[in-house]
């Protein structure tokens, strides 16, 4: 449960690449919305287009998801908002991010377009 990996998956490539979660970011940015603002200020690129493909979504476990414990679940999608052209943020709770955390990962970044549909499936470490 203690893996603490972040995830860059790129849709146009179709490539997956799954790194450790640096314990500097952890300790300085805490987790979910903390990360995931760092993560947006390194990965977005001008021109800052909200809707374009390489805009990255980004989705972060929040520092306790996965306790036992009520409210440790809370997880924050974050991008680039089409109202302001800023960080967008908005959180969640629920089964998500525990089972995102059991299967192995903390933070996902993906970027890109698809050009058919598909889906994200992780599941024991792997994607």
Do not use: C
């Not at 893996?3 to 500097?24: A, F, H, M, N």
């Not at 760092?38 to 996965?66: K, R």
Request: charged fraction near 15%; glycine fraction near 12%.
């Amino acid at each position: 449960m203690l893996t603490r990996k972040i995830v860059y998956i790129d849709l146009s490539k179709g490539t997956i690449v799954q790194q450790d979660l640096p314990l500097e970011w952890r300790r300085k940015y805490l987790g979910g919305r903390g990360i995931n603002a760092h993560l947006l200020y390194q990965l977005a690129e001008p021109p800052y287009e909200p809707l374009a493909p390489n805009n990255p979504l980004l989705i972060g476990n929040g520092l306790l998801t996965g306790v036992p414990g009520y409210g440790a679940s809370r997880v924050d999608i974050s991008a680039l908002s089409p109202l302001s052209g800023n960080l967008g943020s908005s959180n969640i709770g629920g089964h998500f991010g525990p089972e995102l955390k059991y299967a192995g990962f903390d933070h996902l970044v993906i970027t890109g377009r698809s050009n058919v549909p598909v889906y994200i499936l992780a599941t024991n470490d792997k994607l």
